[in-house]
């Protein structure tokens, strides 16, 4: 999916009730389509559109930059990056945890490792298993870390993954962590974009570009092969092959396995964004699963699959699963019979309460949700006699609970713990006892004192309510004068929830400014239906939410359009580029981000056409007629009086691509409209590929924000 970009600044959120109905919506009634003129620009690393790219640069830096307020702002974002007092995230491999940390000493990062009672210490003395910085430095490549992806359960030997740029194309290599060394001879896979699964210690189950055929229209791999350790990696036996057709991600293997012993390897067919089909792999060959198309396999537990359910289900001679359940599949009935199972329930989301995440570890099951956008977290067990128990663990409210790890070799998990104004905090938690203990709080990065978090509501043009969070001062004046940030995302079932953003706070809370999350249509936090209603046709909603709350912030003097800004990044960045094509007069500032914004040409654009399931075709007639309406590349206007927004995009980024921002921006140049333009070259779907890249990235954002709300 076009995922929200991955900017310090950015704190993104979504989500609340839905709307009911399935009459399709239009914008802006029926729209002309506006001829194409700058398909040139779509060769991103041809010598002409490069040639325009520096050129725009360098206009907008002689602006934002020179700004006095740039440097201080990039010191004051880059201080908080690298601040020491950063919580250290564990991941739980083997019996040890592990780290990747970067700060001033380590641009790019390094791989690090303790054990559990060490790392509960005040000040952990790590073990350095991998530098990327130093792995740059001896290859001459600019390498991102990606991961690790490693053999479970002890997770001694992975595959390193090392992106040129911060792209999403991999490079991986074979590395056993038990000797901190990549592994001479070892599987080492060329750049791509690729899957991959341990099977076992000597075999891969791999979806890449494997020549000709192999690949769908968005993209990505629609075979899987198998490949030996010591064979060449063109000599990999295809298993499984989908068809060029199967537009969402890559089709792909899972190897499943749990504390009781159990392994399942399981393909997943991906025929749009949001449909899948399963498939067990058997020696005798791989064999259908009988689930519904909108379903999710998310891990395997005493020998059962647990499923989550994005639609209404009834198994053959079986009672109805509703829509958002989570349901356990006996591993050997599916074995033996995969077209005939009999789930059993394990959890089913009420008018108010859905599933979030899940996470395994030895013996139990971890599932957090929302509950009226309040954080929730479970403990699950299955029972002898095939039921499923649960327990649920102390968090407090008003705060983000995450899953962030968990043990596969014990029943160890942390949990995460964040709020707008509270900087995380880790519990670790013991599932077979059910119990969370304090583990680590991070200091606070910028000063919260003065500033106050409050839940309020707007009505959406079709009568939907919309919650969105306000974090202003304790002694805000109503008067309409205050300089205002509001931001969203509003797409692919994304749950987004209040969350930490240090950078936020320093650059623009202490400064006075007032940050809005608005919870609109699209997001997962009431379950697939919120999301589904904004689908295709139905997209109007989203935006219909977002502008609700830009006009309930106006109404209660919180703020007015001369000082009101927005921000989105991805499916975010075309939620802004539509609010300023639709709403020019209602914003002062406008930052949009690596966005989408052709949508009559995004199918042939980067991975565009995987997302076809949430946006719907340009070849369908219909669909068509809606995307022409709300496509802000076709709905410039040359007689038009719009705010100068700032487009920002990297020249690396190989899921939407950097070629939407170039065409928007060429249009308004042909328009004589003023805009700011910035492509770096780094940082794929992102704000910059290491620290000092985001760093400028934030400070060039707020630089502009404030210009634009406060001056």
Known sequence: ??????????????????????????????????????????????????????????????????????????????????????????????????NTWRDAAHLRGIVRRTTIEDYLRADPKWETVLDYDALSKADNQSWVGKGLDCLHPDDQFCLVGLSAGGEDALTLREMDLKTGKFVEGGFVLPRGKQRVAWVDKDTLLISRDWGPGSMSEAGYAITVREWKRGTPLESAKEIFRGDTKDNGYSNNAQALSDGQGHRAVI????????????????????????????????????????????????????????????????????????????PAIVFTPTTQEFEQEIATTKNHLLLTTLAHVQGRAYVYTHAADGRWTRNQLSVPNNMTVGI????????????????????????????????????KAQKPLFDASNDVVEQLEATSKDGTKVPYFVVHRKDIQYDGNNPTLLTAYGGFQISETPEYSAATGKLWLERGGVYVDANIRGGGEFGPAWHEAGLKTHRQRIYDDFYAVAQDLVTRKITSSRHLGIMGGSNGGLLMGVEFTQHPEMWSAVVI?????????????????????????????????????ISPYNQLKPDAKYPEPLIFTTTKDDRVGPVHARKFAARMEEFHEPFFYDEITEGGHGAGADNKQEARSTAEYFTYLMMKTMD
């Open 1 to 98: 999916m076009p995922q929200k970009s991955n900017t310090a600044a950015v704190t993104l959120m979504i989500g609340f009730l839905f709307c009911s109905g399935s009459r399709p919506i239009t914008a802006q009634g029926p729209s002309p389509e506006q001829p194409d003129k700058y398909t040139w620009l779509e060769d991103i690393n041809g010598e002409k559109p490069m040639e325009w790219v520096k050129a725009e640069n360098a206009r907008t830096a002689a602006v934002l930059e020179k700004d006095p307020r740039f440097a201080i702002l990039e010191a004051e974002a880059l201080k908080v990056l690298e601040s020491p007092d950063r919580l250290p995230i564990p991941q739980f491999r083997g019996n040890d945890v592990y």
């Open 267 to 342: 393909i997943q067919r991906n025929r749009t964004t949001f449909a899948h089909d399963y498939y067990l792999v058997r020696p005798e060959g791989v064999k259908k699963l009988a689930l519904p198309e909108k379903a999710e396999v998310e891990g395997l537990l005493d020998g059962q699959l647990i499923v989550t359910l994005a639609q209404d289900w009834t198994p053959e001679g079986q009672k109805n699963f509703i829509q958002g359940s989570v349901v356990a599949l006996p591993l050997d009935a599916t074995s033996k019979d995969p077209a005939h199972l009999k």
């Open 404 to 439: 962030v790890t968990a043990s596969r070799t014990g029943d160890q998990f942390f949990l995460d713990l964040t709020g707008f104004l509270t900087p995380p905090s880790l519990m670790l938690g013991n599932a077979q006892t059910a119990t969370l203990t304090p583990a």
């Open 593 to 629: 981000a690596v966005p989408l914004l052709d949508m009559l040409g995004f199918e042939h654009l980067s991975a565009g056409a995987s997302w076809v399931g949430e946006y719907g075709s340009a070849s369908v007639p219909e669909e068509r007629a809606f995307l022409a309406s």
